[in-house]
C-alpha cells in the first residue's frame, strides 16, 4: 500500500528524532528532558492511531511498506510494512512508553536525560521489531532491544541485586537468540534472501523445518518466556524500576509470541505440527506451575511477574491450537495482557514511590485511606483473573474454543489456569486492600494523583472497550490469521 503520507515511516522515526534533540539539551534542564520526551512519544502515538485508522482490514497483504536497498549484491533490503499480526503490537509499543515517560515524571531523579534517551531508543527498536520485513534485519532490532533494557533495569532498577538481573535479562535472552542466528544463515544459503514475504513460499524439506523451528524456538522460548526458560524473567521484573516492568511486560514478553506467528508459523508448518504436541505440554505445565508458584510469592512485582508466565501459557497454547479462533484469541490475550499487567506493575509502583517496599505482609487495609487506589486495584485485578467484561476474557476465550478442536483434554486442563487466576487474583487485591490497616508500618499514605489517574483511566477504557465489543479488533487480525491458517487447513 503506498500513499504520499505514510504514517509508518513517521512512527518509526518519531522516537529517533526525539532522542537526536534530547541529545543536546544540557543535562541539568530536566524538565526541559521531560518535556520534550513527552512531546516525541506522544507524536508517536498519534502517528500509530494513523496506522490504524489508514489500515484496510480487507487484506492480508502487508500495508504502509517501504523498501531500502542495504546489501544489494547480497539480496538484503531494509524493507517495512504492517499486517494484521503486527497493527496493535506497534501501537500498544506507543501507548505503553508514553505511560512509562509519565509514571518516572518524579520517581526517576539520577540521569534523568539518559532514562528518557534509553526509553525512546527502546521504543524505536520495538517499533521496527513488528515492522520490518527481513528476517537478518529482525534479528538486529529483536537483539538490539536488549541493550536500552539492560541499562534501564541495571542503572535505574530499584534493588542492590539489579545489575545481577540486568545480566540475567541479557544473557539468558542474548545466548537463545545466538541459535536463531544460525538459522537464519542457514535459510538465506538456501533460499538467498532474507525478505520474509519471498521466505513464505519457499518449501524447506521436513528434516530441515525441524531444525531451523527449534532455532528460533530457542529465541522466542526464551522471551515469552515458557517454562523452564523463565528463571530471568521474576528476578528482571522485581529489580527493574515501574517503567521498565511496564514496557518489559507490556511489549517484551510479546515479541516471543509475535516471532512464533511471523516465522515459526508461515515457515516451518511440517515442524510446527510435529512440535505442538511439546508446546502443549510446556504451555500446560507454566499455566499450573506459574498460577501455584503465584499463590507463595510475598513480592508484589514477583506476583504479577508469575501470574505473566501463565497467562502467556494461555498465548502459546492459543498459537500452537493452529486453528483461526485460537490464534486470534492469543493476538486479543497478548493485547489484553500489556494492558492489564502494566496496570497492575504501575498500581505496585504507585505504592513503592509511597512506602518503599513491595513485601505483601506490610499492606493491608489500604481501603480506608486509599479508596480510589482500591477501586482500579479491584477492576485490574478482575480483569486479570479474565471476569466477563474485560479484554481478557475475549481471549481466554478464543482460546478455549480453537484448542477444543484440537486437543479436548489440552482445554480441560488448561481451564484450570482460569480457576487459578482466580485465587491468586483475589488472594492478592484481598491482602492489600480489605483487613486492618497497618499504620505502625507507614507514616503516611496518600491516595492516587491527577497524574496517576489519569495514567490508569485509559487502561481502564481499552480493557473494557476490547471486552465489551471487540469487534474493532478482531476484524483488523481476521485476514492475517486467515492467511496463517489456511496452509494448515489441508
Not at 293 to 321: E, N, P
Not at 337 to 346: I, P, Y
Request: proline share 3%; aromatic share 18%.
Amino acid at each position: 500500500m503506498t500513499t504520499e503520507f505514510n504514517p509508518l515511516i513517521y512512527t518509526s522515526l518519531t522516537p529517533l528524532i526525539g532522542t537526536f534533540i534530547l541529545y543536546f539539551v544540557p543535562t541539568s534542564k530536566i524538565n526541559i528532558c521531560r518535556n520534550i520526551a513527552l512531546c516525541f512519544s506522544s507524536v508517536t502515538l498519534i502517528f500509530s492511531l494513523f496506522i490504524w485508522i489508514q489500515f484496510d482490514s480487507t487484506t492480508s497483504l502487508f500495508q504502509f511498506c517501504y523498501t531500502i536497498s542495504w546489501l544489494q549484491g547480497l539480496n538484503i533490503y531494509y524493507s517495512i510494512g504492517i499486517d494484521g499480526v503486527s497493527l496493535f503490537f506497534i501501537l500498544l509499543t506507543a501507548l505503553l512508553t508514553n505511560i512509562c515517560i509519565l509514571i518516572s515524571w518524579t520517581s526517576v531523579n539520577f540521569l534523568v536525560k539518559e532514562y528518557l534517551i534509553c526509553f525512546l531508543i527502546l521504543e524505536f527498536f520495538l517499533i521496527q521489531v513488528f515492522s520490518v520485513l527481513d528476517l537478518l534485519f529482525f534479528y538486529i532490532f529483536f537483539e538490539s532491544v536488549l541493550i536500552p533494557m539492560f541499562l534501564i533495569v541495571g542503572i535505574w532498577g530499584s534493588r542492590e541485586r539489579k545489575i545481577r538481573a540486568a545480566f540475567q535479562l541479557f544473557l539468558y535472552t542474548l545466548i537463545g537468540s545466538l541459535l536463531m542466528l544460525l538459522g537464519i544463515l542457514c535459510i538465506y544459503f538456501q533460499a538467498g534472501t532474507t525478505d520474509i514475504q519471498l521466505l513464505w513460499q519457499v518449501e524447506f524439506s521436513e528434516f530441515r523445518q525441524l531444525l531451523l523451528w527449534l532455532a528460533f524456538f530457542s529465541s522466542f522460548a526464551i522471551k515469552i518466556p515458557m517454562i523452564p526458560f523463565h528463571i530471568w524473567l521474576p528476578e528482571a521484573h522485581a529489580e527493574a524500576p515501574t517503567a521498565g516492568s511496564v514496557i518489559l511486560a507490556g511489549i517484551l514478553l510479546k515479541m516471543g509470541g509475535f516471532g512464533f506467528l511471523r516465522f515459526s508459523l508461515p515457515m516451518f508448518p511440517f515442524a510446527s505440527v510435529f512440535f505442538s504436541p511439546l508446546i502443549f505440554v510446556l504451555s500446560l505445565i507454566a499455566i499450573i506451575y506459574a498460577s501455584l508458584t503465584t499463590l507463595r510469592q510475598i513480592d508484589l512485582k514477583k506476583i504479577v511477574a508469575y501470574s505473566s508466565v501463565s497467562h502467556m501459557g494461555f498465548v502459546t497454547i492459543g498459537i500452537f491450537s493452529l486453528t483461526l479462533q485460537g490464534i486470534e484469541g492469543s493476538l486479543i490475550l497478548m493485547l489484553s495482557h500489556g494492558l492489564v499487567s502494566s496496570a497492575l506493575f504501575l498500581c505496585i509502583g504507585i505504592l513503592y514511590d509511597r512506602h518503599k517496599t513491595r513485601i505483601i505482609k506490610y499492606y493491608s487495609g489500604l481501603v480506608q485511606v486509599m479508596p480510589l487506589f482500591g477501586i482500579f486495584f479491584l477492576f485490574f485485578s478482575f480483569a486479570n483473573l479474565g471476569f466477563p467484561g474485560t479484554s481478557s476474557f475475549i481471549g481466554e476465550l478464543l482460546v478455549l474454543l480453537g484448542i477444543f478442536k484440537s486437543s479436548v483434554f489440552t482445554a480441560i486442563l488448561a481451564s484450570t489456569g482460569m480457576i487459578f487466576g482466580a485465587a491468586y487474583s483475589i488472594w492478592l487485591f484481598n491482602r492489600i486492600v480489605f483487613g486492618v490497616l497497618k499504620n505502625e508500618y507507614f507514616l503516611y499514605f496518600q491516595d492516587l494523583s491527577r497524574r496517576e489517574f489519569w495514567i490508569l483511566v485509559p487502561l481502564v477504557f481499552l480493557i473494557v472497550w476490547i471486552g465489551l465489543y471487540p469487534n474493532p479488533f478482531l476484524n483488523e487480525i481476521h485476514f492475517s490469521t486467515l492467511n496463517i491458517v489456511k496452509q494448515f487447513s489441508s
